[in-house]
Each structure stands twice: as structure tokens, then as C-alpha cells.
């Protein structure tokens, strides 16, 4: 079974960084399909940064040029700095991985940012 681990929210003030990680067992973070997605009260889950299957990543236009989306060597842990954040990126962020035709989530950490 897919676990899936967040770390690393807080709350921060507008402007300041947060780098989340999200960790598993084995190395199934090393293929495409991996990404974050976030959540506001109110509004549906959307997809913040990802891997695409051909592992390429991509960006909310929302975060594009603010947050970055990386992985370690092995595999096991993604991870998502966010720079210069807004008060509008309060969320709970969740960590996902396509696994097959299966899609696995985390339990997601919140992010809250006050101005």
C-alpha cells in the first residue's frame, strides 16, 4: 500500500518561503504522474505543481515563477519550495502519486499565510 507523507507547513508571513516535503517508502516518486495539489476552505482541490508522465514539470500559473517542484536522487521524497507567498496560498497542500490507475494521496499539511 502507497503511504504518503507531508511535512513542512506553518505559518508564515507574505513574502516569507516554506519548502514542503512529502516522503514514501521505495522509490515511486520517481516517476511522472507525482505532484502537489492544494485546497482552500471553500473552493476544490487544485493542482499547485507537477510531474507530467514524461516528467516534465508544470505549474498553477497562479505559483508559476514562486514555487519550485523537485524530488531527491532516490526517489522517495518530493518536495515543493514556495517563495514569496501570498496570503492567498493558505491551503492544505497534498502530495499525490499516480501508481498504475491508482491515485494515492497524502494526508496533506497546512499552509497558512497572513499579511
Known amino acids: 500500500q502507497v503511504q504518503l507523507e507531508e511535512s513542512g507547513g506553518g505559518r508564515v508571513l507574505s513574502g516569507e518561503s516554506l519548502r514542503l516535503s512529502c516522503a514514501t517508502s521505495?522509490?515511486?516518486?520517481?516517476?511522472?504522474?507525482t505532484g502537489w495539489s492544494r485546497q482552500s476552505p471553500g473552493k476544490p482541490r487544485e493542482m499547485v505543481a507537477a510531474?507530467?508522465?514524461?516528467?516534465?514539470?508544470i505549474y498553477a500559473d497562479s505559483v508559476k515563477g514562486r514555487f519550485t517542484i523537485s524530488r531527491d536522487n532516490v526517489g522517495n521524497t518530493l518536495y515543493l519550495k514556495m517563495n514569496s507567498l501570498k496570503p492567498e496560498d493558505t491551503a492544505i497542500y497534498y502530495c499525490?502519486?499516480?501508481?498504475?490507475?491508482?491515485?494515492?494521496w497524502g494526508q496533506g499539511t497546512q499552509v497558512t499565510v497572513s499579511s
Open positions: 510531474f507530467t508522465v514524461s516528467n516534465n514539470p
Open positions: 521505495g522509490s515511486i516518486l520517481s516517476s511522472g504522474g
Open positions: 499525490y502519486t499516480m501508481q498504475g490507475s491508482q491515485l494515492h
